[in-house]
């Protein structure tokens, strides 16, 4: 019989549950993720390991938290805030007064996703005349550009990367360009291996053509400028260069601000102008809105705030110092290790590595490494790219790197013994026959319970081991590797309705 009083499920107790169990709960929740601190985890997490960091940051997410960025009126600490991120991200990235580009402006996003959305959107609201809008993007663009063009039905054009320099051909990007072309992208640094575009030349082309150019700084924007103060040879990539016309520089990566901010900077505000949405038309409150997000926690935007205060110019020098010197150590491991190679020489916070012809089994590679506590992440071969390990590299593995090389070079010793993955016959047919269409629930089902994958209510939702998830994945094409991990993922999203206060 349904008890009509009690109505607690999942997340909601029937009758409350006192603050200190709440907490209790989330610790041991929290106690199944990776470790966000400790310089062993190469993906997700931005941690400079400074000490009393944390701490302010959470402080300053409290103090503005339920403060709303709706409206900038009623919450000029949250417009102050945001301005001042906008100025510090502005100047870091070769604007504002005194520079060739005066007059920067921007807005705080949530991330780099939200802010590339808003560029593709903004470069397309600019020419409303143009029907049938497009951008054009290199190979290693971030997937966020696909994610824009895909919300804002806009075609994308993809332009090749060389398998040497991975790196764009600038003749190719002009090649590209139509007509119907509202923006054409670069990445500095990209994600996936950390090489910085030809900027300047992709920028010109763009200009000649009447082009916006967005630099996608997302991941390294806030690190090459320190790196190249440091003596790293870094290509010229800000609003120094003519023909930039907005740039994206994710705060919560390595401004090593909690996540939830990004910023979007223009180069002049009529640049800007498209990227506001503005509605009166209804009887309730003019919206008025810069970024996606209508109502916006003050919480992110605090604490990314404190975070720039209290590291500071300084601060944020030394760090990229110990991050560059921890890249080298890294490198370095792997060049001595026979069997691996450097997909390209670090030029910014990432390394990443391949197997020559005759090494190991990368995703049996990447599980050995797990298992010694090196949290890393495996890239699938694309286009002529092989397969590759991806480490992003921030502060806090500085003082790690001394064990990496000896775990690397017994990891890679136990993934050759281990021998390839073995995909199991059936399974391989069916990553190289099926097409995304034909995958049924059942089929999916069967495929995710072969793969040890969304558990039993109770069970683990991933097996410990991914290699032989990842290897299935890599010899899927692309569009079934999409249709699979929705599913995949869909798997895992179930609601959970027990309670058990
Ligand atoms: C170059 C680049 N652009 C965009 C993004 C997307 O950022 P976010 O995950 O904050 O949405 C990333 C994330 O890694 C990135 O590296």
């Not at 005066?102 to 409303?128: F, M, N, Q």
């Not at 926690?297 to 560059?324: F, K, N, V």
């Not at 298992?371 to 502060?395: E, K």
């Amino acid at each position: 019989m349904i008890d009509e009083n009690r109505v607690g499920a999942g997340a909601l107790s029937a009758a409350g549950v006192p603050a200190e169990q709440v907490l209790a709960e989330i610790r041991e929740l929290r106690a199944a993720d990776r470790p966000t601190h400790g310089g062993r985890l190469f993906a997700y997490v931005y941690d400079p390991a400074v000490p009393g960091l944390d701490e302010l940051a959470a402080a300053a997410h409290r103090e503005s938290a339920h403060v709303n960025g709706l409206d900038p009126t009623a919450f000029p600490s949250l417009l102050a805030m945001e301005n001042a991120l906008v100025g510090a991200a502005g100047r870091v990235l070769g604007g504002g007064p005194g520079t060739t580009a005066p007059d920067v402006v921007g807005s705080v996003t949530s991330g780099g996703t939200e802010s590339l959305i808003l560029a593709v959107k903004t470069a397309r609201d600019a020419h409303p005349e143009i029907t049938a809008p497009r951008i054009v993007v290199p190979a290693s663009a971030h997937a966020a550009f696909a994610k824009a063009a895909h919300y804002l039905r806009v075609a994308l054009d993809v332009v090749p990367v060389s398998p040497d320099t991975l790196r764009p051909d600038p003749a190719a990007m002009a090649a590209a360009i139509r007509p119907e072309t509202v923006l054409v992208a670069c990445s500095a640094p990209s994600y996936a291996h950390g090489v910085v575009d030809p900027v300047a030349e992709i920028a010109a082309v763009a200009a000649a053509a009447g082009v916006r150019c967005h630099v996608d700084a997302c991941f390294g924007g806030w690190t090459l400028p320190y790196l190249r103060r440091l003596g790293t040879p870094v290509p010229e990539f800000d609003f120094a260069v003519p023909g930039v016309t907005s740039i994206s520089v994710d705060l919560h990566k390595y401004a090593y601000a909690p996540k939830g901010v990004s910023v979007l900077l223009h180069r002049d505000a009529a640049l800007r102008a498209p990227q506001y949405f503005a509605y009166a038309d209804w009887p309730g409150y003019t919206m008025i809105n810069p970024v996606i997000a209508s109502t916006r926690s003050g919480g992110p935007i605090a604490a990314a705030y404190a975070t720039l205060r209290h590291l500071g110019d300084a601060g944020y020098l030394a760090l990229a110092e110990r991050t560059r010197d921890a890249v080298a150590g890294l490198a370095d491991a792997v060049r001595g290790v026979d069997g691996l190679r450097l997909m390209a020489e670090p030029e910014s916070t990432v390394v990443c590595f391949t197997a020559t012809e005759c090494g190991p089994d990368l995703f049996v590679l990447v599980d050995e490494l797990t298992a010694r506590g090196w949290h890393t992440q495996p890239q699938l071969s694309y286009a002529g790219l092989p397969a590759s390990v991806h480490l992003t590299v921030t502060a806090s593995v500085a003082p790690r790197v001394g064990e990496f090389g000896p775990d690397l070079a017994d990891a890679v010793s136990a993934a050759r013994a281990a021998g390839p993955v073995q995909l199991p016959a059936e399974l391989a047919a069916l990553a190289g026959a099926l097409t995304p269409d034909a995958l049924t629930p059942e089929l999916v089902a069967g495929l995710a319970a072969g793969l040890g994958m969304g558990g039993e209510p109770d069970g683990a939702p991933l097996p410990e081991r991914m290699a032989v998830v990842n290897t299935l994945l890599d010899a899927a094409p692309p569009a079934l590797r999409e249709r699979l991990l929705v599913e995949f993922v869909g798997l895992l999203q179930r609601p959970t309705w027990g309670s058990d206060d």
